[in-house]
């Protein structure tokens, strides 16, 4: 297994990526292609002992895509930035899953344009697992694309059952859409035109609306929105997770000794809540919808969120989801076509 990596994408620069790609290396015994400047590669390789690792390899590109760029016409224009000539080595097979960070727009044009879609797919979507109290939600879109027509947001529904099923191991995933209210007739437009259209589709087990604190509840397994609403949802789920560990922290240290004491006996247990919040566990999105395992991480991605997230390009890559998602959509265009 190869996976390509841009080195330049992150919000602390490379330093970070390169040191979770030589961790990935260590811990998953797999190959990685670092895409990037190659003489600030190789010095960070140097330093973290690497510089030997066969298993590395760097491939040289000379331009990088900043946040504040257009991502169509930057993708477009710069022909050699990292994200864009590590897309190339995807679509050449000189790598089985991609590893991308920085700007999320940057990454899905450079998908679109240098991938393509799966045939049927409308519009990619990005799927973002989030810990639920009974295991985890896959919410999707989470970004990709801030609009999304009613088709779409089906084709969406039928990537994250696949997702939940393949990923999560959960057999025939709960999907609901989300809404202001469970009711058939709540909502905007938009959800009102794509209730009927999940509600008629066979290859998904569809089960009504659903409201924001079903994710966390986890009374479903796939939750479809469009990608405004679904960034809005992930940022926000982000920081109250960061938040409430704090204000535990917070009221722990400040409220004296007994609960100092309490503090330290349910140390073990907050760690393991503290890791199961922590995003970095998860390493990054899955970009479903594109020819290829593409994998969308969080620019201030640190080493460890590097690391997992090449774990989880790995697992993307090898249960074959991008075949399994086109099979898919290939059942329910001919069962549409019946209808």
Same mark, same amino acid.
């Given at each position: 297994m190869k996976i390509a990596v841009d080195a330049m994408g992150n919000d602390y620069g490379p330093q970070e990526l390169v040191l979770g790609a030589v961790q990935a290396v260590r811990a998953?015994?797999?190959? #990685?292609? *670092?895409?990037?400047?190659?003489?600030?590669?190789?010095? *960070? *390789?140097?330093?973290?002992? =690497? =510089?030997?690792e066969r298993k590395i390899t760097v491939h040289h590109s000379s331009e990088v895509i900043n946040m504040d760029e257009h991502p169509g016409i930057a993708v477009k224009t710069k022909k050699d930035a990292s994200i864009v000539v590590a897309t190339k080595l995807l679509r050449d097979k000189e790598g089985d899953p991609l590893v991308s960070y920085g700007s999320t727009g940057a990454a899905v044009a450079a998908a679109l344009f240098g991938l393509g879609r799966i045939r049927g797919i409308e519009r990619p979507a990005i799927a973002t697992p989030i810990p639920s109290l009974t295991?985890?939600? #896959?919410v999707l879109d989470s970004g990709a694309k801030v609009d999304a027509k009613p088709e779409h947001m089906v084709q969406s529904a039928i990537m994250g059952s696949v997702y939940a099923e393949l990923m999560l191991k959960i057999k025939n995933p709960r999907v609901g859409l989300l809404n202001i209210g469970e009711e058939e007739t709540k909502g905007n437009e938009q959800a009102l035109a794509t209730y009927p259209l999940l509600k008629a589709e066979e290859h998904i087990n569809f089960v009504g609306n659903v409201e924001g604190r079903d994710i966390n509840k986890g009374t479903v397994d796939? #939750?479809?929105?469009?990608?405004?609403?679904?960034? #809005?949802? *992930?940022?926000?789920?982000?920081?109250?997770?960061?938040a409430i560990m704090k204000l535990m922290k917070e009221a722990i240290l400040n409220g004296g000794f007994l609960a100092k004491l309490g503090g330290l006996l349910i140390k073990p247990a907050m760690k393991g809540l503290a890791k199961r919040l922590d995003p970095a566990e998860y390493g990054g999105a899955l970009l479903l919808g594109v020819k290829a395992p593409f994998i969308i991480c969080h620019g201030s991605s640190k080493a460890k969120a590097i690391?997992? =997230?090449?774990?989880? =390009?790995?697992?993307?890559?090898?249960?074959?989801v991008v075949e399994h998602i086109a099979g898919n959509i290939v059942k329910s265009r001919k069962g549409n076509e019946e209808i």
């Open positions: 998953y015994d797999c190959e #990685v292609v *670092l895409v990037g400047d190659s003489e600030i590669i190789k010095k *960070l *390789l140097e330093e973290y002992n =690497a =510089a030997d295991g985890t939600t #896959v796939v #939750v479809v929105c469009d990608g405004f609403v679904g960034n #809005v949802v *992930l940022k926000f789920a982000e920081g109250l997770a960061s690391k997992n =997230a090449i774990g989880v =390009a790995i697992d993307f890559a090898e249960r074959d």
